[in-house]
């Protein structure tokens, strides 16, 4: 086999290991990725547009469904990717890292995985979305669809980061991921707009990877509408440069850190 | 002979401990070589295996194994080598020949495939053969958690021999597996040795598996205590001797006055031959005995005396 396809090959296994083992334990899997729409779009949306809409220029409902669409994939590959560490408690860790392949092979393969197990749950903010008559323009499914390779990939970056920095505490890794999501959720605009913040929460509303995700998507779908100029905070150019730095830079430094853990005990 | 295993002042020191893990080793080991390192619990077996097969970096020193650099050809070497770790390292979420699905597919053997019936029949007849020989066919599409320690410990070892590598590395690889098993493995071990010319490095807590080693390397405290053939280091370090008594010891120690015989806190005569064959010695006693225990050396006695010997001297440091 080729260094390339071998690298490929290698990619394809490890993601599909975490496809199989979250169907194997398909209980979770399925609850989560079910009932998350319906908690996020259902009742957190539904609750802040019947209490918020008469302020806002556009469908609040929409605003929110793209964001939190975003969210949770984002949310979905960072608790995929930190199986890392579990799979550190549980020795498996050994068999692949001894493997003659690139330890960038091993977390992006994990980080596809995460992205296609995160799938189901984008089906059912679909589902959650036709059954509110949320209106979702073909154009903007395919936007969404379009990025959802570049969403996860950018919260599987910034979970092996996270999974290196906390390698030896599986629970101190999964408390630091809610911290994290959670804190880009409220910050980056996923569900609360943004577009006035100022001060302190401006400057981290900023500093929060997520919130170019956000605006990139929004950015594609309202592109030519009324609504743009109030809801979308810089050109998606910008937002996907910002978004590709933040994310190679995340991917790069956590897999030699979390490599470098590994062997440098 | 180029060696295929090349360390060189070898020393691991790992964070936050004072003291060395592995002090300043050095050996070879070459081509189609059965190398077994031995030591007792903490003497750094561990850790030099990982440090060998790229999963742990070292202090200091230099180490190539089959000519390439550990740390800076980390891949190559990963291509030439196969483990089988003394912590089992499989997926309990997968069944079994999962486990060794994914393993050929990340060593790049054969391209991934979602389901075994789609894999090479190549692929297919060797995990057959390889399961039928350690005795889990039937188990091989069962989830992980159903099997036992010595199951989940073949199955390592089918994992391992899947992708045929040029050396072998054995980290307590019989542990777990009760007698016949253990036997099982070892002639099938010793045929890959020396059919495919696969080398091999072994660290075990079995002694009696050392005793088909080409060379045993004995590590304590993170050095290296003795490193020679089997033959050798019962030779070198365990005494031979017979063991003699009679009803008549005045006649018995007259007669053994030659052999310059050592006498035991019960009076029994200890009788070393290092030049002579015992049927020399027995040869010239004519007095009845009552007692006659020939006492020739075993590796686990040379280990253990060593070991012993090694901590002694540690301690009194």
């Not at chain 2, 202090?59 to 912590?87: P, W």
Request: hydrophobic share 45%; charged share 20%.
């Amino acid at each position: 086999m080729m260094p390339l396809q071998r690298e490929l090959n290698a990619i394809t296994v490890i993601a599909a290991r975490e496809i199989v083992r979250a169907f194997r334990d398909w209980m979770p899997y399925l609850a989560y990725s079910a009932f998350s729409p319906v908690l996020f779009l259902y009742v957190l949306g539904g609750t802040i547009a019947q209490n918020l809409s008469g302020g806002l220029s556009y469908n609040y409902l929409q605003f929110a469904l793209l964001g939190l669409i975003v969210g949770s994939l984002y949310m979905s590959t960072m608790s995929s990717v930190t199986s890392l560490v579990q799979d550190r408690e549980n020795d498996f860790t050994q068999e692949i890292f001894v493997a003659p392949i690139s330890r960038y092979s091993i977390i992006l393969g994990k980080i596809v995985g995460g992205t296609v197990t995160s799938l189901l749950q984008l089906f059912m903010f679909f589902v959650v979305a036709l059954v509110m008559k949320i209106s979702l323009a073909p154009l903007a499914i395919a936007f969404i669809l379009l990025l959802v390779p570049v969403i996860c990939f950018s919260g599987g970056a910034l979970s092996v980061l996270i999974a290196s920095i906390f390698s030896n505490s599986p629970k101190g890794v999964d408390q630091m991921v809610i911290l994290i999501s959670f804190g880009q959720m409220f910050l980056s605009g996923a569900f609360i707009p943004v577009s006035n913040s100022s001060g302190v929460l401006g400057i981290l509303a900023r500093a929060m990877p997520m919130t170019y995700l956000v605006d990139l998507l929004r950015g594609l779908v309202y592109q030519g509408s009324p609504a743009y100029s109030h809801i979308v905070l810089y050109n998606p150019l910008i937002d996907l440069a910002i978004v590709a730095a933040f994310s190679a830079v995340f991917f790069v430094v956590g897999t030699f850190l979390f490599v470098r853990g590994e062997r440098n005990r | 002979m180029q060696s295929i295993i090349h360390v060189e002042k070898l020393t691991k020191r790992y964070h936050k401990s004072e003291k060395l893990a592995v002090n300043n080793i050095s050996f070879e080991v070459y081509p189609g070589e059965f190398f077994a390192f031995l030591g007792p619990n903490g003497a750094g077996k561990t850790t030099t295996i990982s440090i060998l097969t790229t999963t742990l970096a070292k202090t200091s020193g230099e180490i190539t194994i089959s000519g390439y650099d550990v740390d800076s050809q980390a891949k190559e070497v990963r291509q030439n080598i196969g483990i089988i770790f003394q912590n089992p390292s499989l997926d309990l979420n997968l069944t079994a020949e999962e486990n060794i699905r994914l393993h050929v597919n990340l060593y790049g053997i054969y391209a991934y495939k979602p389901l075994y019936s789609l894999m090479p029949q190549e692929y297919q007849r060797q995990v057959m053969e390889l399961a039928e020989f350690l005795g889990i066919r039937k188990d091989l599409f069962k989830p992980l958690k159903t099997f036992s320690g010595g199951m989940k410990r073949k199955l390592e070892i089918i994992r391992g021999l899947m992708h045929h590598p040029t050396i072998l590395f054995l980290d307590e690889p019989t542990q777990g597996l009760d007698a016949i098993s253990r036997r099982d493995l070892w002639d099938y071990l010793r045929k890959v040795n020396k059919n495919q010319k696969t080398t091999i490095f072994l660290t075990t807590h079995y002694i009696e598996e050392a005793e088909y080693a080409d060379r045993i390397c004995l590590v304590n405290h993170g050095q290296i205590a003795f490193l020679g053939t089997p033959t050798e280091m019962k030779n070198r370090l365990i005494e031979k001797y017979i063991l003699l008594d009679a009803d008549n010891r005045s006649a018995l120690r007259s007669q053994l006055e030659p052999f310059n015989p050592e006498i035991t806190e019960d009076g029994k005569f200890k009788v070393h031959f290092e030049q002579q064959t015992p049927q020399q010695i027995l040869f010239q006693i004519k007095t009845p005995l009552s007692l006659m225990e020939l006492h020739t050396p075993t590796v686990e006695e040379a280990y253990m005396d060593l070991v012993e010997n090694k901590t002694e001297e540690a301690k009194a440091q």
